[in-house]
């Protein structure tokens, strides 16, 4: 698929059908999420499948929205501090950047073939690392909610910051 299309196709889902993607689409989206970059290849990072209605109860716990509980999957991203490359120059722990990558490898395989996702990290830390038994080195760093989408996924206009705002050429004063 071009790959403005997927981008455009990939959009926040919050609204999901009932019936669960397959085993088989689920490994597809993970297997795209192993093969994501990361600072000097460290990988810091787990993935938790969640599917288990008791897990999924606690997750919403920590997420207390009416449509996230009616996500079937939920994908809990997690950084591993321990592993991940600090910057020689300030110690700059590269965690959330190598998960943040992960992530959207996740979200865009997950779009391109037709299951809807949405970041989410407005969750209570405490209580995902409760739910799953995290110990101290790993975060959870996003709750990947997966389902089929409620209606199909449709490349629509993005609300972004047009290039002049964000582009600049040698320097912040000039525009690209
Ligand atoms: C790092 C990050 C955190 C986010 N956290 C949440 C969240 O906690 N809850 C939520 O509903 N959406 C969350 N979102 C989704 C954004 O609101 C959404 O991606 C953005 O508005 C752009 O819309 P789009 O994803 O449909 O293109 C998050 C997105 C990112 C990238």
Partial sequence: MDFFKLAALRQSVRQFKN????RNEILQILEAGRLAPSAVNYQPWQIVVADAPHL?????EAYPRDWFKAAPVVLVICGNHTEAWKRGADQKDHCDIDAAILTDHLSLMAASIGIGSCWVCNFNPEKVREALQLPEHMEPMVLLP??????PLEAGEKRRKPLEEIVFHNGLSRSY
């Fill in 19 to 22: 019936e669960a993607p397959s």
């Fill in 146 to 151: 997966l389902g089929y989408p409620a209606t």
């Fill in 56 to 60: 999924r109860q606690q997750l919403w």
